[in-house]
């Protein structure tokens, strides 16, 4: 008997219905983008001639969408873990061009960190969605073969200790299926 099943990778969870849902799975991503949209808007109107409190305020607008968050997460590891981080270590590097007159350049480094913040929560909770997917396939209960005897073994109650070398020999190789363990590695 044959069992198919579908790859993980093809399930996905229903999207976002509401706008605080869609906000907590894209809310840094939507900042992010403004961030950008504003950055370049400061760097427009600084090449146009608009003016330095023009041009300074967009950029301003920038700092604050694209640096929020890694303000709040680094202010609160100072406090609570008494450790400077990189969150808050960029910030204050942003700031500090922004002092001594570069606000594009702090506005793109606030804008490539938030990117590169965004980026990896993407990619985590892509990995998340992968593992649980996997963990999915787990099955419920296997077929095991000690001391000769075939015995059926909850997973989920009591993990697989045996080593390899009480089954076979080293560099032996055995064929498993679903629902089935053979006995020797020749079956």
């Known amino acids: 008997m044959t069992t198919s099943v579908?790859?993980?990778?093809?399930?996905?969870?229903?999207?976002?219905?509401?706008?605080?849902?869609?906000?907590?799975?894209?809310?840094?991503?939507?900042?992010?983008?403004l961030c950008a949209v504003f950055v370049l808007a400061g760097w427009l109107a600084s090449r146009a001639g608009a003016g330095v409190m023009a041009a300074d305020g967009l950029l301003l607008v920038g700092y604050v969408l694209g640096g929020y968050r890694q303000a709040i997460e680094g202010v609160t590891t100072l406090v609570k873990e008494h450790d400077l981080d990189v969150d808050l270590l960029m910030v204050v590097a942003a700031i500090g061009a922004a002092i001594i007159g570069y606000w594009f350049d702090g506005a793109v480094l606030i804008f490539i960190f938030a990117l590169s913040g965004t980026l990896e929560g993407y990619a985590s909770?892509?990995?998340?969605?992968?593992?649980?997917?996997?963990?999915?396939?787990?099955?419920?209960?296997?077929?095991?073969?000690?001391?000769g005897r075939e015995m059926r073994s909850a997973s989920k109650t009591r993990p697989f200790c045996t080593p390899c070398r009480s089954i076979?020999?080293?560099?032996?190789?055995?064929?498993?299926?679903?629902a089935r363990c053979p006995r020797n590695a020749d079956q």
Do not use: Y
């Open 125 to 147: 909770a892509r990995t998340k969605r992968d593992i649980e997917a996997l963990m999915a396939l787990h099955p419920e209960e296997a077929l095991v073969v000690r001391d």
């Open 6 to 33: 579908e790859s993980p990778r093809f399930v996905h969870a229903a999207a976002p219905t509401t706008i605080a849902q869609q906000w907590e799975s894209h809310g840094e991503a939507i900042t992010t983008v």
């Open 168 to 178: 076979c020999s080293p560099g032996c190789h055995f064929e498993t299926r679903a």
